[in-house]
């Protein structure tokens, strides 16, 4: 009895322990999700707000928001297609690593960006506007040669696959297409009429054999027995030989 309630005792504590653990686990990533939306919808906020400001107010507050616009749309955009061509392409793990050495870079320039936004001394932003313009140019360039060397190389694959795949078809189709018809029997050689011996009816071989030349027969041929000369012998009577009587009738 008491090996019983110790086994529903461990029971109870195994299911309470996984209950929690996955309670845990269902928060964790209920969290995540809740910042995940949060971080979208604030760069959605950020984005919209720059593309505003882009359009709306000229000089230097515009061409910063502009800066700010173009990187972060290009570190964005370099960011999700080395993430999503990793999933089918491991190479791609040392250009995630060099994109992360770019992506320090390309947030500082961003708060950066954001503070000189802030600045209220416009001569002093003016004169630090071409440094970041160029540092822009810079990181930009590099996140967009990443980002399309990873689309060529998926390309590039793509079309090997492709090419290998529909060579494959080729070889597979041109053996379904391929029979070979049965070689035809030669024919029997025909007579006259144009019939073979074994073609004639039963009735009709005299017919067949009258028409054609018999083979010769190398069996030797019979001539007729010679006529024997009668025996003189027979056709006389000798005296001591009884002739027959001719019966009576009474």
């Known amino acids: 009895m008491d090996v019983a309630i110790t086994i529903m005792a461990l029971l109870f504590v195994a299911f309470v322990v ?4 996955a309670c845990v686990k269902a928060v964790g990533a209920a969290r995540r999700g809740v910042d995940r939306t949060i971080t979208q919808a604030r760069r959605t906020v950020e984005d919209t707000a720059l593309r505003a400001k882009s359009l709306g107010q000229p000089g230097t507050a515009g061409e910063l928001a502009q800066l700010r616009l173009r990187l972060r749309t290009s570190m964005r955009a370099t960011q999700d297609a080395l993430q999503a061509g990793v999933v089918e ?13 770019l992506s320090v870079h390309g947030r500082e320039l961003d708060d950066e960006l954001r503070q000189l936004e802030r600045d209220p001394d416009r001569s002093r932003v003016g004169q630090r506007l071409s440094e970041v313009r160029e540092r822009t140019e810079r990181i930009t360039h590099s996140a967009d040669s990443l980002r399309w060397a990873a689309r060529d190389r998926a390309r590039k ?43 004639a009816w039963p009735g009709d071989r005299g017919a067949a054999g009258a028409g054609s030349r018999p083979a010769p027969s190398s069996a030797p041929e019979e001539r007729p027995e010679a006529i024997e000369p009668p025996d003189p012998r027979r056709g006389t009577t000798y005296p001591w030989q009884k002739q027959a009587r001719p019966e009576t009738t009474n």
Do not use: C, M
């Open 157 to 199: 694959f793509a079309e090997d696959d492709l090419s290998s795949l529909s060579a494959q078809i080729d070889v597979e189709s041109g053996a379904l297409r391929h029979w070979s018809a049965e070689p035809a029997q030669p024919a029997a050689p025909t007579g006259p009429t144009g019939s073979t011996a074994s073609d």
């Open 18 to 21: 996984l209950g929690v653990y």
């Open 89 to 101: 392409d491991a190479s791609l793990t040392e250009s995630i690593e060099l994109f992360e050495r």
